[in-house]
């Protein structure tokens, strides 16, 4: 078969870009590409911010720092984007799409704030606009549910989709390490940035969650704010607690259907059942739960991160893109669905974890057991540990609504023999079989 | 978009052929068909055994008795074969494909025997010929070792792909049953067949395993036998011990890599580390570990059997080749590697676990650790239970050559102080990280 010649642009050269330069200049794996009837591959410039930067591994002749020039190419068949941030990136992938050029981005804020309009420009331009590796590094889980679940009605989709977040609560529950602790290490070891905050307080799971809600359900993809707690205030005791009760705690990124035409998306930390497959999920892995009316439950697990596993993700979205251009067609872009309505985190109902501070004196045990009842909040079990200054009160709900729980937490607050709060965790049923 | 019409033909009509037909004939998955652009499909023909059975939601003027003539038509343009067994669906799927019509099948056995073929016959008269619900029912784990990792070098594909057996030995876990009696309870549930053996004897997942072999590393399928060891010798007394020490008993299908051009494809029963995500697969969950170069380890896990997740994997395939037929194309068949070779199983080292029924008398332990020591296998722990016709020694070794743990069983069961030797189970390292 002779087919034409693709080419190929880059803008990033850190550790996924790198990777993926190896990956496309490998001459083994060249020929596998060839194996897979793409045609040949022919990267034409890589672009960086610091064009004086040694780069073992990238050919001198093709490093460039213009990357708007880069994208504006005339010659150009697909652009790879991988700066990150929301501008000059989104510049640079219109820049391209609006010329026909296929896109090929692992840029999960970007697409979070704007996924749906690039996509639709990408349709009007007969272009693709992929972008696997920005959930679940090396998962093929947007894949997945663009062609395996097409067609499927899926109802859930939970994901454990931030790798620093995971390592930190995987080693609170292996080693009994408490937060901060947990997050030095991940901070040496270099799972979690020096300002740890997209991670921690869930803005990276919040874009993920979009994301995949976006495929699932047909949600659009325009900057909305969604429910989102982090685990700053998880601590090695609730740790304790969860494994006791035969749960772990995990951050969890879920979008699920309401009722006919709710959609509920949402980050935050979830006491899972030890035996669900997604309590097997350790340390920096990510992994992905989507439950089906057809197909049951299935689950996608992974390497989140890490420059190698997200480049073969980026691999595959390069050789999608090039096999359509070769034969002339793209991707319908994913439907959008305008009859669905957010349905806010408050209005939903959970069992809940809460473990509270308190000083140790008689009468204090009824008096937060009161404001439980005054929100209506029903109690299924309670413990009490420590004593004096550590005496501290943990609390399993029955089902309750969630912002009847907030409320809970907030008066608790007020009360004077009250110390301090910890996280308010969900408590999720099984279905891993 | 004006796409024709892609006329289809069903070859049985079990619990996988009228979940498929409902699934094909529902209004408002129809809708979701078309936006997914593979334009209308119409279902031409049913084909059964016994015309004279009533079937609800199958149409009467579909159902038809002559199977060879649905295989025939002129204007079919995708064969659905769910019929099972060798003779006469290679021949339907034969008389298809040299009409250039394409064919989904869930037909593990045929697969196997003949895949490679199969798929030479398909790619030479431009078909496509696709069988997802073969491993792993509605999991689309071939999709994903045929495109997500394309051009990945695969090193080792381990998977739980028989929900039988892994019923059988959860609840063998779970409820410290036996193996008859956990047996007798997956019949009564209708996850077994009143003859068992092609699951727990592991023929079914031996083909499975073959063809998983044949995506991730270009062996072919031509009907060779490979190392198959079922569940029927496990014990629940193994179950305990294997829980105490921290793991899971798994009847585990292994592909990988032995040195550059050795393959090793086999089925045996294996302790699991229960942190590993196989560990989590519980009740009649499949799920495939896959272990790449570069895209490091990744785990698919869903419902392996079942009418309607099964049917749904069909319908992928059905959607992918209609899409192929729309724009004219078929894919290419997965690619042979005639320089591999199969690495005989004796051949590869591992440690083991064996426990055998002893006379307790004296001197037996030494002359049970004689015949390991006459063979080089080393002991790595003992551990003696029950006492007089009870008694029993269980071994963890270090690693050793299967085929020297297998001499050394063969002089153990010749000794008279031993009465009978249970399983002889793999222990599996950890990886899930």
Known sequence: MNTPVIRVGIIGAGFVGSSLVELLLDPTRHAALLD????????????????????????????????????????????????????????????ALRRGVSVVTANKALMAECGTALAQLAHDHGADLFYEAA??????????LRSS????????????????????????????????????????????????????????????????????FGTELRGEEISREGITR??????????????????????ERVGESGISRRVHPAMIPEDHPLASVHGAMNAVFVEGAKSGPLMWLGQGAGGVPTATAVLGDVLDAARNRVSGRHDVPFSVDTTLHSVPAGDL??????SIDVLDQPGVLASVAGVFGSHGVSIQSMEQSGVADEARLSFLTHLAKTSDVEATVGDLAKLDSVDSIGACIRVIDGGGE
Chains 1, 2 share one sequence.
């Open 36 to 95: 897979a009837a793409t045609g040949p591959l022919e990267l034409v410039g890589v672009a960086v911010r610091d064009g004086s930067k040694l780069r073992s591994g990238i050919p001198a002749d093709l490093l460039i720092t213009d990357a708007a020039a880069l994208a504006a190419r005339d010659d150009l068949d697909i652009l790879v984007e991988l700066a990150g941030g929301i501008e000059p990136a989104r510049c640079y992938i219109e820049t």
């Open 135 to 144: 959930v679940g590094g090396g998962i093929p889980i947007l894949r997945a």
């Open 149 to 216: 679940l097409a067609g499927e009605r899926i109802n859930r989709v939970m994901g454990i989709v931030n790798g620093t977040t995971n390592y930190i609560l995987s080693k609170m529950t292996s080693d009994a390490s408490d937060y901060g602790d947990a997050l030095a290490e991940a901070q040496a070891l270099g799972y979690a940035e020096a300002d740890p905050s997209a991670d921690v307080e869930a803005y990276d799971a919040a874009a993920k969650v979009q994301i995949l809600s976006s495929l699932a």
């Open 234 to 255: 998880v601590r090695s005791i609730d740790v304790e607690f969860a494994r006791r009760a035969g749960y772990v705690i995990k951050l969890l990124g879920v979008a």
């Open 349 to 354: 109902s959970s069992a809940f974890y809460l």
